[in-house]
Structure formats: structure tokens, C-alpha cells
């Protein structure tokens, strides 16, 4: 009699007689439990051929979006770094945290600051 999905546990906590009673999908599936992949980036560049936006996704073993992560560039108009906005986005696509990092042109070290009302919306891909 096969395993239930509520009663499977991590293979290496299973007895051989609970190993057996699986099916050969229960197995894979248990196997492939937790295993995340990292997709390429999608990076888009803007008219002067800076980055201005990458998503970095990370799916589950069977290619099913888990999370990613979303980086904005903004640019002063001399050409320097001007706000670098990191959103964490969950499976949704909804915003669960993330940061910006201010840079400054007078030599002052770069800031961390909270993400912004407005924030919370991840981009279309262009």
C-alpha cells in the first residue's frame, strides 16, 4: 500500500519498509523535495547601454517559480550610479522585502535605505 503524500518525510529519516511501500513517483517526488534551481538573469539595458533592470528566479525542481529577485538601476544625468533598488519577490510576484542603495556623487559613502511606498509591484519584462 503506497505512502500518503501528509506521511512522507525526508528519505534519509525513512526505514527500508517505508521505502518500499512507495511508489516509484513518491520517490522522485521525495527526492526532488527542496531542490532549488537558479534561472539565468533577464537583464535589460537602457539607451546608453547601462543595466537597468535584472531578475535573478529561482524555481523548485520542476521548473515552478519559488522566489526571485529584482534589481533596478537608476543613473544620475553626468552617468553615475544613482539609486540601486533590490526587490525580494515570492512565488506571486508580490514584494516580501528588499532595500535601495543611494550612491552619492560627493564622495560620501553609499546608503541603505527602506524600499518605498509604490514599491511593491514587480515591472513587466520588456
Known amino acids: 500500500m503506497p505512502i500518503e503524500e501528509k506521511e512522507m518525510c525526508q528519505l534519509s529519516e525513512m526505514t527500508p519498509t517505508q521505502l518500499n511501500a512507495m511508489t516509484k513517483g513518491q520517490l522522485i517526488a521525495a527526492a526532488l523535495d527542496g531542490v532549488e534551481k537558479s534561472v539565468p538573469s533577464q537583464i535589460e539595458y537602457d539607451e546608453q547601454g547601462r543595466p537597468a533592470r535584472h531578475v535573478q528566479a529561482v524555481t523548485d525542481a520542476y521548473g515552478v517559480a519559488k522566489r526571485s529577485t ?3 538601476h537608476s543613473y544620475y544625468p553626468t552617468g553615475e550610479t544613482d539609486i540601486i533598488t533590490v526587490r525580494e519577490l515570492d512565488a506571486l ?34
Open 70 to 72: 529584482e534589481v533596478l
Open 93 to 126: 510576484g508580490k514584494v516580501s522585502g528588499g532595500h535601495r542603495v543611494k550612491h552619492y556623487k560627493d564622495q560620501r559613502p553609499p546608503e541603505l535605505l527602506p524600499l518605498e511606498v509604490g514599491q511593491g509591484q514587480m515591472l513587466p519584462l520588456k
